[in-house]
């Protein structure tokens, strides 16, 4: 069973940064597809960043140049670099894995980023 459990999240002000984390417990971690989702209040949840098992990354449009994805195989971990935030970018940040073998999607709890003007 795949978990996910992310952590960094919280209040900063318009300008600010945080660094999100997701820690996966899973074998084979380097062959997953990984990224970050998040979903804003009455909003459909929506892809923030991807990065595949080679370090390739992708990004939506609205957070090119202020974020970045990274993976640490070794610590089964991903992350999400976020600068320049802006009040936006406040909503409920999931990480997920998707198995390069099933191909089945896994989520993590959330964590709640908010930030304010």
């Known amino acids: 069973q795949v978990q996910l459990v992310e952590s960094g999240g919280g209040l900063v002000l318009a300008g600010g940064s945080l660094r999100l984390s997701c820690a996966a417990s899973?074998?084979?971690?380097?062959?997953?597809?990984m990224g970050w989702y998040r979903q804003a209040p009455g909003e459909q949840r929506e892809l923030v960043a991807g990065i595949t098992s080679g370090g390739s990354a992708n990004y939506a449009d609205s957070v090119k140049g202020r974020f970045t994805i990274s993976r640490d195989n070794a610590k089964k971990t991903v992350y999400l670099q976020m600068n320049s935030l802006k009040p936006e970018d406040t909503a409920v940040y999931y990480c997920?894995?998707?198995?390069?073998?099933?191909?089945?999607?896994?989520w993590g709890q959330g964590t709640q980023v908010t930030v304010s003007s």
């Open positions: 997920y894995l998707r198995s390069a073998i099933t191909r089945t999607a896994y």
């Open positions: 899973t074998s084979m971690f380097s062959t997953h597809t």
